[in-house]
């Protein structure tokens, strides 16, 4: 009779295992459905939230133009930028993400240079120099400060907070004609779009200014790929984000570096009140930026390489083709 029992126990135990596995996949497959459906909805509100992060860090950097709220602003705007390249990708010919990107463009330009000069002038002082160099060469840097400090003032002055409002209309609009279905399809494309440029461009990634394009990428990518998981979690494009926030910090380090070392050998073509030794010195720091930086090229290489690799599994390329 316990032999009876313990089977009919058995059975039951496992109806009610594989019912609850399929009210668990059940579950899931609505959550997705759901997530999906709220695509368009999702998007124009990250839109709407950048924006309105931009309106907050221009009044900040009104007040105090610092480095940090200067970097703030810059960060804002390259996330508005990866969402308008996201919505060119969207609807071709109805959207154009250099037209509205360009109000951002004064800002964005006159915003770098003075970050720049700030935070050349922190990195600087991390090298141990003598105080009389770094005296002289923040001397030398002044007016390019002083003077992007102006531009930057007159651009935060000159935009007009209500081209957001009539941006928001009209994207609001764009993303509710458009099939939540298109736009996670669209979302892979556009990865597919980033990471092949990314590919063609990582051969010559010793030449500065293509490493600056493929930062800019990379950049592009993190954005978009951190909107999409926010949205709808996914365990292989975590996997991608990880490795995109690691080598973006390398490449950050590399972009700083590389802009310290330029501006150091500009001070030294120039007439200044340095002893020789100084200029020896400092001749003997710049060296020593480029030999750091040759490291990082090849750490990031090795790292592009992997997140190439990684965002190719994380999308299945002939399903998404046949889905555009």
């Not at 900040?60 to 940090?68: F, N, Q």
């Not at 002289?136 to 957001?164: M, P, Q, V």
């Not at 592009?304 to 390329?317: D, H, Q, W």
């Amino acid at each position: 009779m316990t032999y009876v029992t313990n089977i009919v126990e058995h059975f039951h135990i496992k109806r009610y295992e594989l019912a609850i596995n399929l009210l668990l996949k059940f579950i899931l497959r609505m959550k997705r459905i759901t997530v999906q459906n709220n695509f368009s909805k999702y998007l124009f509100n990250y839109y709407k939230k950048q924006a309105e992060s931009f309106v907050i860090h221009i009044e900040k950097a009104k007040s105090i133009p610092g480095e940090k709220n200067i970097h703030q602003l810059r960060v804002d705007i390259k996330k508005l930028r990866a969402i308008f390249n996201m919505l060119q990708l969207l609807f071709h010919d109805k959207f154009n993400a250099d037209k509205y990107y360009a109000v951002f463009k004064p800002i964005f330009k006159n915003a770098g240079k003075v970050r720049e000069v700030q935070l050349n002038s922190v990195l600087l002082s991390k090298y141990k120099l003598s105080p009389s160099i770094i005296k002289e060469y923040n001397l030398f840097f002044k007016d390019k400060g002083e003077s992007s400090a102006k531009k930057l003032k007159i651009a935060l002055s000159d935009f007009k907070t209500d081209r957001l409002d009539r941006s928001k209309i009209k994207i609001k609009k764009l993303l509710h004609e458009v099939k939540n279905k298109k736009i996670s399809a669209r979302h892979h494309l556009y990865i597919i779009t980033e990471i092949q440029q990314i590919e063609q461009l990582l051969p010559s990634g010793n030449d500065p200014a293509i490493m600056h394009k493929i930062r800019m990428h990379l950049k592009s990518l993190t954005a978009i790929g951190l909107l999409f998981h926010n949205m709808s979690p996914d365990k292989e494009l975590q996997k991608l984000l990880t490795l995109l926030k690691k080598n973006g910090t390398i490449i950050g380090n590399w972009h700083d570096k590389i802009m310290l070392a330029e501006s150091l050998e500009l001070f030294l073509t120039t007439k200044n009140k340095l002893s020789t030794d100084d200029l020896i010195l400092l001749s003997q720091v710049v060296e020593r930026i480029k030999k750091e930086n040759k490291f990082l090229v090849i750490k990031l290489k090795n790292g592009i390489a992997e997140i190439l690799k990684t965002a190719y599994s994380f999308i299945n390329l002939k399903h998404v083709w046949l889905k555009c």
